[in-house]
């Protein structure tokens, strides 16, 4: 019996050690891993085919970028769960460099999509134009993507705390601006439905007779689809919003994962149990990527018209 008590003690102080060895804190478990790069492969091979059949291709560098970016994170989970990349404290840092960059393409796609509905249904009704939409809130998408990948590479280095807080600070920026961007949008389906203009139109409508041919071809992108979309437009574009809801839902979820996990340190409890990663980052990503599948954007967005084309 004492023999089998110390083979135990044994065993157990050797696999205490393969986890210690592991740049996560923990042994990933492999089943979960494999289904998460199923999963994200799959969505990855349906957007690029989506993207090419709908002729969106902006969904190449954004939603595609996204399902590679995660299987090159699960990918890593699972052929570097035994090598000691950080030193001897095991500071997951590859992991987290990565699956905070991944994701950030695929709210790219919620930004878009804004855009266009906000070209759809009337610019009138939105606090900013939609050429402001693109510009600020994917030019500071990108900038809170250069902020954590600089995060990671200084983390990965001799600097660990520092970068830390570099990567915190970027995806705490990206949360205000998915909450800027998140109440801009429900102010903007209020501003609607209520038909409350949110500020003067760019384009008076009343004035058409007497602009000229130029005038109105350069501005046609301020007055298309003023004229009511049909039922079936209607419909198409309400589960488009309820799938980008979910979609935003879904990274929020994450982002406040994300927040908490980085605050907690590289060696918190947080940062070094499978099961809370699995959960709020893996399943959130992959339900997000998945439910933009299901509501692709270039089949249920309806194609803008100018006023005369109805």
Request: proline share 4%.
């Amino acid at each position: 019996m004492s023999f089998d008590n110390s083979a135990l003690a044994v065993l157990a102080s050797r696999a205490e050690r393969e986890i210690e060895q592991t740049p996560y804190g923990y042994t990933p478990t492999g089943w979960i891993c494999y289904t998460f790069l199923i999963l994200f492969g799959i969505s990855g091979v349906l957007h690029f085919g989506q993207a090419m059949w709908y002729r969106a291709y902006w969904l190449l560098p954004t939603a595609v970028l996204c399902a590679v970016g995660e299987k090159a994170l699960f990918t890593q989970h699972i052929c570097a769960t035994r090598v000691q990349t950080l030193g001897s404290k095991g500071k997951p840092v590859p992991k987290i460099s990565t699956t905070i960059i991944a994701p950030t393409p695929l709210l790219a796609v919620n930004f878009i999509v804004f855009k266009r509905v906000v070209e759809l249904l009337g610019q009138h009704y939105c606090l900013l134009s939609a050429r402001w939409i693109s510009r600020l809130f994917i030019s500071a998408d990108i900038i809170a993507l250069v902020i954590q990948g600089a995060g990671g590479g200084i983390a990965s280095g001799s600097e660990a705390v520092l970068g830390g807080n570099i990567m915190l600070a970027g995806i705490a920026f990206q949360f205000s601006i998915m909450t800027i961007a998140t109440f801009l949008a429900i102010h903007y389906a209020w501003s609607w439905k209520a038909q409350r203009p949110a500020r003067k139109t760019e384009f008076d409508t009343s004035h058409l007779e007497s602009m000229p041919l130029a005038s109105l071809k350069s501005d046609e992108k301020n007055f298309k689809s003023r004229i009511p979309l049909d039922e079936s437009e209607s419909s198409r574009l309400i589960l488009l919003l309820w799938g980008v809801a979910f979609n935003t839902f879904c990274l929020f979820i994450r982002a406040i994962y994300r927040l908490i996990e980085l605050s907690d340190g590289w060696t918190g409890e947080i940062i070094t149990t499978e099961k809370w990663f699995n959960i709020f980052d893996g399943m959130m990503v992959v339900l997000a990527i998945l439910s933009l599948n299901l509501t692709h954007p270039g089949r249920l967005l309806p194609k803008p018209r100018a006023v005369g084309k109805a």
